[in-house]
């Protein structure tokens, strides 16, 4: 009765476990402050897992190592170390459950480690349930074996075609969702779509957790005993079914095919510098703002930061190169707007500079949030008094408002004005930024606001356009 239970228990942890990791992975969907919630909860459920499995660690130096149980052990150990990481670095930068927890590392350093890990552990545990997929597939195995034909043969290939097809989905979401990138350390920052659907985002991961679950259910598969006779198995199934054989040879060459040509549209789109064609960007076009009076109002990297002689321009990055001199998102979405309003120009510049590397930058950011920083505004300012109508153009750090947007609107009276916002992301859309923005300015904050993402900022004139010819 207690192994029963024990059992019971274990796979009770291992389903919370992989729900809890699954709705961990969308941060944006459920906020920070749950989602701290949930990766404490799992952390907790992760330490009774283990307990529950003692046994099998305390055997982990004992009887010999076949393939297959080096394949296990590698999995586990990794999944182990990755989630012990994952819980120090998210109690190090938390802003909720932890936020009284003194730790010795950076907010920079643990984001940075919490980003990378967070995807590696989801691939990981994503594994580690293939490890033991052959038990669900053998329950259902021995239901349909009792079935009449043809239904047996039906059900049999069919479930092996879904499977194949969810990995090739999951594969080309593995690109499109950035994962590899994110575990490299090439991309600095988790990108979230606020437009997309919930659907439409747990699908995506659903299929990259059936992608790794398929990889490593077939490779501990044919690691174990009888590996060259299973390969000949399957020579000579391919002899006897050629015409499913070559079915199924399709469609892993079109699945490569498409995970290349997806791929490498990822790779030129995130990696290489975003030049910047000014004439090619910014249109000609112009509207009648009749009796508005306006002022458009910027705040870039480029004029508040010290950049390295060297530094890249992408987009991840917020910058372009347009013959070798850099030029911020926020600045181009502002030159778009005075093309065609007409409206004048103010662009935000601090005394304080941020660093060149943008890793540095965020961290910066998030310091200044948790320690009430106000910046010292430097440059002739303009006259608000003559202005009703406010066009703000800011990046969103930390979901948010950058501090110097944030002070600079809660210091410049607003009252009388309509302020309609530009924000650029990386795929976080316009985070809690409005809603932030009403609680320090007494202008009247319009709730139509336009997120432009990085990479579609030179492309983003005809956007501007209609979002301006909307509310004008």
Avoid at 333 to 354: N, S, W
Wanted: aromatic share 12%; proline share 3%.
């Amino acid at each position: 009765m207690g192994r029963l239970n024990t059992k019971r228990l274990k796979i009770i942890t291992d389903i919370l476990m992989t729900v809890l990791l699954f709705v961990l992975m969308g941060m944006h969907l459920t906020g920070q402050m749950w989602h701290e919630i949930s990766g404490t909860v799992c952390f907790v459920v992760f330490i009774i897992h283990h307990i529950l499995n003692r046994r099998w660690i305390a055997g982990i130096p004992k009887g010999k190592y076949p393939a297959s149980r080096v394949m296990q052990t590698v999995i586990n150990i990794a999944l182990f170390i990755g989630v012990i990481l994952l819980m120090f670095s998210g109690m190090a930068m938390s802003g909720y459950v932890f936020r009284w927890l003194p730790l010795p590392l950076s907010s920079s350093t643990a984001r940075s480690i919490h980003l990378m890990v967070s995807y590696a552990v989801y691939l990981v545990m994503s594994m580690h349930i293939g490890l033991h997929f052959g038990l669900v597939i053998g329950k259902a195995g021995r239901k349909v074996s009792g079935m009449k034909k043809p239904w047996r043969g039906i059900i049999t290939w069919a479930s092996r075609i879904i499977a194949l097809l969810v990995a090739v989905y999951g594969l080309l979401a593995l690109f499109s969702r950035k994962l590899l990138s994110y575990i490299t350390g090439n991309v600095k920052f988790a990108f979230f779509d606020y437009d997309e659907s919930v659907i439409s985002f747990y699908l995506d991961y659903a299929a990259i957790m059936g992608l790794c679950i398929f990889v490593s259910y077939y490779i501990y598969k044919f690691l174990r005993p009888g590996f060259f006779k299973r390969m000949r198995g399957i020579t000579q199934w391919m002899k006897a079914h050629m015409v499913k054989a070559v079915i199924l040879g399709t469609v892993i060459v079109a699945g490569v095919i498409l995970t290349a040509y997806y791929g490498t549209s990822y790779i030129s789109r995130h990696y290489f510098p975003v030049e910047l064609n000014r004439d090619e960007a910014i249109g000609t076009d112009k509207l009648d703002m009749e009796k508005r009076k306006g002022i458009i109002i910027s705040f870039t990297r480029v004029g508040n930061t010290n950049f390295d002689p060297n530094v890249d321009a992408v987009s991840s990055a917020s910058l372009m190169d347009e013959n070798g001199r850099l030029v911020g998102n926020a600045a181009l979405l502002g030159d778009m707007a005075e093309q065609i309003t007409g409206f004048d120009r103010y662009e935000i510049v601090v005394e304080k500079k941020y660093s060149s590397s943008y890793g540095a930058t965020v961290s910066e950011a998030r310091t200044e949030m948790n320690n009430g920083f106000v910046p010292t505004f430097v440059g002739e300012q303009p006259d608000l008094s003559e202005y009703d109508t406010v066009i703000l153009i800011y990046p969103l750090w930390w979901w948010t408002l950058p501090v110097p947007v944030e002070e600079y609107m809660k210091q410049k009276d607003m009252e009388g004005k309509n302020i309609y916002c530009i924000v650029t992301h990386g795929g976080s859309g316009l985070g809690s930024s409005i809603s932030d923005l009403k609680e320090v300015t007494n202008g009247t904050v319009s709730d139509d606001a336009l997120a432009v993402m990085d990479k579609d900022v030179t492309n983003a004139f005809p956007d501007v356009l209609n979002w301006i010819r909307k509310w004008k």
